[in-house]
Each structure stands twice: as structure tokens, then as C-alpha cells.
């Protein structure tokens, strides 16, 4: 896949995003557009600016936590590096359906920028984990206030399923993720398992490759090995293992830092909300009861729902159940006039404002000549390589000729070229 239908697979996909944000948003206001002027009516600025600074912290407390988790096996990585890839899987992560793009995009940016797969592959699974922890224990305080009434919220039934379906799946995960790091056999059984299925694909895959001329002489070695891809993952999981023992030994404390960084950013987004309330004049109080607490925090345990739905949802960005969801959930908030401005605002900075900045990011390297200029100096490297080997040859050649021609000593008073080497290497050592 060259360049160009990369960007425009990307393009695609972020159309299509786009279009099912702009068709929901159509069907709101196609009736309501004189009531948009009083929803607007009270609007202040400063605090949109505060909400818009909260939701573009999850870009660099999530960049961040990878840096902390990711200098652990890779002392290297530098914080810029780590924040841009954390933006790179906002951007990827709003455009793929459930954010399945996410994890391959920051791996392909940490390892752009010196470090090792399988350590970035670590990393990820441990950043994986700590955001596993916050939405199990999450769903276990929610399930807990409403089974005790402190609680309420509309959808009782599918609430419940919800927070059934969120324990399960995010428990079984963090169950896996620590069998596997813990006990590698396991991971290994899995990767056999699944290497005859998938193995059949990816030849089927190679094959088709064959036919494009950049990519078949890759092709072609790869189906000359067709155990070589098992055999690398049987060495990475081992090579896995060996690094979650380093995070046992040294990286504990990273691994907490990295715990409440994933708390932390996760609160200030769901608090966007909240700020958009008082950036539209809405009363921060609900009209029903909700929870207890003060108006924020029943705002940030309404918007935690939320984002268990978001997670689940099959479309790219969640488009059409983020707003269909948000306008049921945020009810006792947000009704009538502020119905379509308070969703477009809280879209634009809880999911576009971050992809924006994820976007330039990843149209800045596949939109320029970055990858031409590189795949130019790799030639050029390999160029340079070939000719220094054909002139060592040439030097060894030449070598037993020189030396057949003078046999013996060097005639009085003459130096032989060796001679003058050596005789410059003693004065140099001494």
C-alpha cells in the first residue's frame, strides 16, 4: 500500500465519520433552528476555553503515561515523542470503528522514534491494563451507587446490562493481560493456536502482494519462511516476559504514576461537560435527582456512562450513539434550546478538538515527502555500503599482487607502505 491510497483510505474513513456527525446533528436542528438563537444567547467564552483546555490535557497526560511507562525499558524516549503518539491514537482512534486503529498508530510512532517493538508492545499492554483498571473499578463504584439508590439515571434496564457488559469484558481482559505477562506458555499456546488459521490469510495476503512489483520480492521471502512470523512472535512473547519482570523490578512506581495520570485525564475530560454547562449559562444543578455530590461529580459519573457506551460502539467516533446517548444521559441537564448546542459543543472538544491536533500530526508525515526523502536515503545508505565493499575487494585483490611483485625485504634506504603504516602507528602510540 503506497502512500497515496493511505490518505486516501484516511480521508474516507474521516468523510464518513464526519458525515454521520453532520447527518445527526441535521436531523436536531432541521426543526429547531429558531430555537438555536436561545440556546446561544448566553454563551461565555471563558469557560469553552477552560472546557477546550481539559480535553486537549487527555492528549498530554495520555502521552505522558506512555513516556513514563515507555522509559522504563527505553530510557531514550523523549516526551515529545510520546505526546505526539498519544495524539496520533486520538486521531485513529475517532476515525477507526471501535477505535480498533488506536494502539497499531502510537506503536508505529514510538517505534519511528527509536524504540523497540517489542518494548513499545510492552509498554502498550501495561498502558493497556491501566486503563482496563479505571473503567472495571469504575464500573464497579457505578453499579454499586445504583444498586444502593444513590444513583438514577434514564434506561434502568440497559444501564444495567451495560455495566454488566463493561465488568465482564474489562475483567476478563485484566485477567488476561496478567496471565499472559505472568505465565508465558499461556500467551505461546495462543499464538500456536491461531498461527494455522491466520497463516492461511496471511499467504492468501502475500500472494495477492506478489502482484504489486514494490512488494513482491517481500512477499516472496516471506512465503519462502512460512514459519518465520510464529517463530518471531514465540521469541517476542519470551522477549514480553523479560520486560513485564523489569517493570517487577524497577517499574512499580511507574506503573502507579501511570495509574493515576490514566485517572486523572480521564476525570478532566468527562469534566468538559460540566464547563460546557456553565460555557451555555445552563444551571449546573440537575432538574432530577441523579447523585450526591456536588453538580461536578454527578456530571463526570453521568459522562463515565457515557463513555462505556462510547467504547462499545461499532462506528467510527461513535458517531450517532454519542449524541443519542448523550441527549438521554444529560437530560436532567440539558433540554430544549440547549439541546443541539450543547452536543455540537461537547463533540467538537471531547472528540474533534483532540483529532484535529492528531490529524495535523499524521497528515504533516503522510502528506509531505517525508517518506520519499527517507526511502532515498536508505538507498542512498545501501549504495555507499556496496561500494565500500566492492573497494575492501579490490584492496585484497591488489594486495597479493603488490606483494608478489617485491618479494622479500625492501631494498636499503627504501620504506614499503606497510612499513610507513606501521612506523606512523608507533609514533601515534607513542
Known amino acids: 500500500m503506497n502512500r497515496a491510497t493511505l490518505i486516501r483510505g484516511i480521508q474516507v474513513i474521516v468523510t464518513l465519520t464526519l458525515a454521520s456527525f453532520a447527518y445527526v446533528l441535521y436531523s436536531e ?31 498530554v ?10 522509559r522504563v525499558l527505553w530510557p531514550g524516549l523523549r516526551v515529545r515523542t510520546a505526546v505526539t503518539s498519544e495524539f496520533v491514537l486520538m ?27 517489542v518494548d513499545v508492545a510492552t509498554a502498550e499492554l501495561l498502558t493497556a491494563s491501566c486503563t482496563v483498571s479505571f473503567f472495571l473499578l469504575s464500573a464497579v463504584a457505578i453499579f454499586a451507587l445504583r444498586h444502593n439508590g444513590m444513583l438514577v439515571m434514564q434506561g434502568g434496564p440497559q444501564i444495567e ?20 505477562a505472568a505465565y508465558p506458555p499461556l500467551l505461546k499456546a495462543i499464538v500456536r493456536a491461531l498461527s494455522a488459521p491466520l497463516g492461511g490469510l496471511l499467504r492468501a495476503a502475500l500472494r495477492g502482494a506478489r502482484r504489486v512489483p514494490r512488494l513482491r520480492a517481500r512477499a516472496d521471502a516471506a512465503l519462502a519462511a512460512p514459519g518465520a512470523m510464529t517463530a518471531r512472535l514465540l521469541r517476542s512473547v519470551d522477549e514480553f516476559h523479560e ?22 485525564f480521564f476525570w478532566s475530560r468527562f469534566a468538559v ?61 440539558v433540554q430544549g434550546a440547549y439541546v443541539v448546542p450543547y452536543v ?18 499524521v497528515f504533516r508525515y503522510l502528506g509531505t515527502d517525508v517518506l520519499e526523502e527517507r526511502v532515498k536515503q ?39 607502505e606497510g612499513g610507513e603504516e606501521a612506523a606512523d602507528r608507533r609514533r601515534g602510540a607513542g
Not at 92 to 100: E, F, K, L, N, R
Open 91 to 117: 486521531f485513529c482512534a475517532g476515525v477507526t470503528p471501535g477505535q480498533a486503529g488506536a494502539a497499531p498508530s502510537q506503536a508505529a510512532v514510538l517505534v519511528h522514534g527509536g524504540m523497540r517493538l
Open 61 to 70: 497526560f495520555g502521552g505522558l503515561r506512555i513516556w513514563v511507562l515507555g
Open 344 to 361: 455540537v459543543l461537547w463533540r467538537v472538544l471531547t472528540l474533534f478538538l483532540c483529532m484535529f491536533v492528531g490529524g495535523v500530526y
Open 29 to 59: 436542528i432541521h426543526d429547531k433552528q429558531e430555537s438555536l438563537a436561545a440556546g446561544l444567547a448566553h454563551v461565555r467564552p471563558g469557560w469553552l476555553l477552560v472546557g477546550a483546555v481539559l480535553a486537549l490535557q487527555e492528549g
Open 161 to 180: 446490562w451495560l455495566l454488566f457488559f463493561t465488568v465482564t469484558m474489562f475483567g476478563s481482559a485484566l485477567v488476561a493481560l496478567i496471565a499472559a
Open 273 to 333: 461537560a460540566y464547563f460546557i454547562l456553565l460555557g451555555l449559562g445552563i444551571p449546573t444543578t440537575p432538574s432530577t435527582f441523579v447523585s450526591v455530590g456536588p453538580p461536578i461529580a454527578q456530571v463526570v459519573l453521568t459522562q463515565t456512562v457515557l463513555n462505556f457506551a462510547l467504547y462499545m460502539s461499532p462506528t467510527p467516533g461513535a458517531s450517532g450513539v454519542a449524541e443519542l446517548g448523550s441527549n438521554a444521559l444529560m437530560s436532567p441537564w
Open 378 to 416: 536508505t538507498e542512498a545508505e545501501k549504495r555507499a555500503l556496496a561500494a565500500a565493499a566492492a573497494a575492501a575487494a579490490a584492496r585484497a585483490a591488489a594486495a597479493p599482487e603488490s606483494a608478489a611483485s617485491a618479494p622479500g625485504s625492501a631494498a636499503p634506504g627504501s620504506v614499503s
Open 243 to 264: 520486560g513485564f519482570r523489569v517493570y517487577m523490578r524497577r517499574g512499580k512506581r511507574a506503573y502507579a504514576a501511570a495509574l493515576l495520570l490514566t485517572f486523572g
